[in-house]
């Protein structure tokens, strides 16, 4: 269903392409807080030994990159946010639907069975529309806190704007090609997080005032490109998968209640890890407002040393950093399930 525009418009749509270099035929509009796209270039100068100073330059290496900021709901355009990380999908139940997303190894992208899917996106800016295609998932972030809706935050790197043929910007025409969807974004009062230190603890904390993580596939984008081309022309290739996260006590952790990490665990020498072995993981986020639902899944973690001081009368808190581990029982650092109505029957 189109969704009619007036003289302006600001909005962004993603639409997932069949392959790098390629563009999408269908886009999903999402309720974006704000964006960053653009293009970069590197700029090559030349000075010989007769001048002073620069006399020729040309242009260098060209690429666009750019990030999305949104509250998480569970519309379309955050699943493809989500499958942009987690390529390997699955289906089951209905209405709504179960999507089960997984990570991919190096193995399955070179026999060709599982691979990064590359994105085309319409940036809407007043009177024009900009258009990015061939644009690769670099970071994911997630971040809750007391208080706020859940913010989402996705990182992207590809071709230069206008590429694959596309004329950009462009004047904007009557109507998008997808009807903003009608469900509210999910909240801090709808999340829950799950620790689980091996115990087989199923049962949430209470003493969370935020979480964040990262997941990065830090991206070489130099070797996207190649001589006779000034953009990229294969996907940048992913590298080491880090995630990176950080969890707020409402104060110190001196006696776990549903294994929480203790102040005194984290300073000890050696640390804490949370290896979980019945396949259960270390943390657990669910985000949920009843029969919509976004879960994550860290299966290992290591804890880093926590940060518990005092300023004046201001409360005590307890910060604790964290890095996920892989987990060679399940091939895995992490999982994202999304269950949804809106999502369908198909394949994201």
Known sequence: ???????????????????????????KFGEVDDESFKTN???????????????KTA??????????????????????????????????????????????????????GDDYSAWDFKIY??????????????????????????Q???DFVGKAEGSDSQTSPVAIGASLDDNPHTVDALHFSQATVIFDDGSGNTTATTSLASIEFDINLNRD???SYSLGNDTCVRAPVPQRREITGNVEFFAPIHTDTFDEPTYAELIASGGSVYDPSAGTPAIKLLFTNGAEIVQFELLRV????????ISGRDTQTMRV??????????????????????LGSSAL
């Open 1 to 27: 269903m189109a969704f009619s525009l007036g003289t302006s418009f600001r909005g962004v749509l993603i639409g997932k392409q069949s392959a790098f270099g390629t563009v999408a035929t269908a886009w």
């Open 41 to 55: 270039y590197d700029i090559l100068q030349r000075q010989d030994v007769s001048r002073f100073g620069v006399s």
């Open 59 to 112: 242009t260098g290496k060209r690429y666009g990159e750019g990030s999305v900021n949104m509250a998480m709901d569970t519309s379309p355009f955050f699943a493809y946010l989500c499958v942009g990380m987690y390529p390997k999908t699955a289906v089951s139940g209905s209405g709504p639907y179960v999507h089960a997303l997984t990570e991919i190894a190096h193995a399955d992208g070179f026999d060709g």
């Open 125 to 150: 800016r007043d009177e024009k529309m900009h258009r990015y295609t061939s644009m690769l998932l670099n970071r994911l972030s997630i971040r809750a806190n007391v208080g706020e809706y859940v």
């Open 152 to 154: 989402v935050s996705a």
């Open 221 to 223: 984008v130099d070797a």
């Open 302 to 309: 290591r804890w880093e040393a926590p940060e518990s001081t």
């Open 321 to 342: 950093p964290f890095i996920a581990l892989y987990d060679n029982t399940q091939n895995a650092m992490s999982k994202c399930t999304i269950t949804s109505a809106q």
